[in-house]
Every structure is written in structure tokens, then in C-alpha cells.
């Protein structure tokens, strides 16, 4: 049974700092793509960060980029997002998401890590 | 940056027909996938590559594209579909970007 499961949420001041991280199980990990979702209380989805099979594909988000970096390691079968310089609106539950083999799109999620950024 | 434009909501009553459309200057050129996502729940696909639907998806739910729009259709809408749905897609301009589109609350009267 394929499964992604998010840690490291939690509540932190703005301007700090914050790692998510997403250990998956049930597939070979470093087949596929693998992505940050998020969803501020009450919106909608928004990307955040994207990264392919082995690193050498990545993107972020133009409210993300500069402040956010994503990595995988693909021996730990795992997916990171460092997060600085965190501000307010960077509140949102966080999902780590599989992207499909051939088609781009979000085929796996976990059930998100709640990050809120408030003093 | 590109964006996916959507109506905020549709109000259907049950049995009757629920469209959702979802408009972005890219999806000539690339496909449109669809989520359903009820409260508490992590989105859950529903169509993909436009017009095709995943095992197990009513086949009341289906897809359509024509030019910049992509649509969403329930047909003989059920109290079950009640829920906010959001179409997505990826940048066609070469770098590895994806967006969502900005969300459909369908509410069944």
C-alpha cells in the first residue's frame, strides 16, 4: 500500500525557521516525482515545490522561491522543505504528494502537517 | 506567473447537471487533471489527462476541453458530490512549475 506521511509542523515565530519532512512507503521512491501542497485555513491548494526522481528537475513556487528549499534523499526514502524567513501567510497545512510516472499530475497524498506561523 | 481561473461556486440541485469550468492560457498545450476534496480530506483525482477518468470514479463525473477551457460535468448530481473541486495543470513554459486552479465549492441545494 503506497503511503506518504508528513512531520514537522508545528507553530513558530515569523522570520524563523522550519523542516518538513515526508518518509513514503509502498513504491520505489526514487522512481517518481514528489511535491509540497499547501492549503491555508479555509483556501484553496496552492504548489509549493516539485522535485523530480534524482534532483535534477526542480521548482518552486514564485511566494516560496528564494525562501524555501526542497531535497530528497532518495536512500531514506524521504522528501524535505526547509522553510525561512517564515511569515503569516505561510500558514497552511502541508501535503507531501506523489506525482504520477508518465503524466503530471498528484496521484498519492499524505494527510499534512500543520504549519502556523504567528508570534 | 500562470494562473487557473475558476467560478468560487455552483449550486445544483440533486439529479440535475453541475459544469465547472477551469480557464488557463496554457491548457491548449498542456493536460488538465481534476480533484474532488471533501472537509478533513486530502484531495482525491478524479479526472485526468482532460477527459479521462480513474478506476473506481462515478461515470457520472466526466471531462471536457475545448481551447483555454477545461470542464468539469456531474451529471445527476448526488448529495455525495458535495464538495470543493480544483482543476490543475503544469506550466507550459519549460520550467518544472505546476499550479492549481483557484477552487469550486459545488453545493447541493
Known amino acids: 500500500e503506497v503511503q506518504v506521511v508528513e512531520s514537522g509542523g508545528g507553530l513558530v515565530q515569523p522570520g524563523r525557521s522550519l523542516r518538513l519532512s515526508c518518509v513514503a512507503s509502498g513504491f520505489t521512491f526514487d522512481e517518481y516525482a514528489m511535491h509540497w501542497v499547501r492549503q491555508a485555513p479555509g483556501k484553496g491548494l496552492e504548489w509549493v515545490s516539485g522535485v523530480n526522481w534524482n534532483s535534477g528537475r526542480i521548482g518552486y513556487a514564485d511566494s516560496v522561491k528564494g525562501r524555501f528549499t526542497i531535497s530528497r534523499d532518495n536512500a531514506k526514502n524521504s522528501l524535505y522543505l526547509e522553510m525561512n524567513s517564515l511569515r503569516a501567510e505561510d500558514t497552511a497545512l502541508y501535503y507531501c504528494a506523489r506525482m504520477g510516472l508518465l503524466l503530471s499530475f498528484f496521484d498519492y497524498w499524505g494527510q499534512g502537517t500543520l504549519v502556523t506561523v504567528s508570534s | 506567473s500562470y494562473e487557473l481561473t475558476q467560478p468560487p461556486s455552483v449550486s445544483v440541485s440533486p439529479g440535475q447537471t453541475a459544469r465547472i469550468t477551469c480557464s488557463g492560457d496554457?491548457?491548449?498545450?498542456?493536460?488538465a487533471y481534476w480533484y474532488q476534496q471533501k472537509p478533513g480530506q486530502a484531495p482525491v483525482m478524479v479526472i485526468y489527462k482532460d477527459t479521462e477518468r480513474p478506476s473506481g470514479i462515478p461515470e457520472r463525473i466526466s471531462g471536457s476541453s475545448s481551447g483555454t477551457t477545461v470542464t468539469l460535468t456531474i451529471s445527476g448530481v448526488q448529495a455525495e458530490d458535495e464538495a470543493d473541486y480544483y482543476c490543475?495543470?503544469?506550466?507550459?513554459?519549460?520550467?518544472?512549475?505546476?499550479?492549481f486552479g483557484t477552487g469550486t465549492k459545488v453545493t447541493v441545494l
Open positions: 496554457a491548457l491548449p498545450h498542456q493536460y
Open positions: 490543475q495543470s503544469a506550466d507550459s513554459s519549460g520550467t518544472y512549475r505546476f499550479v
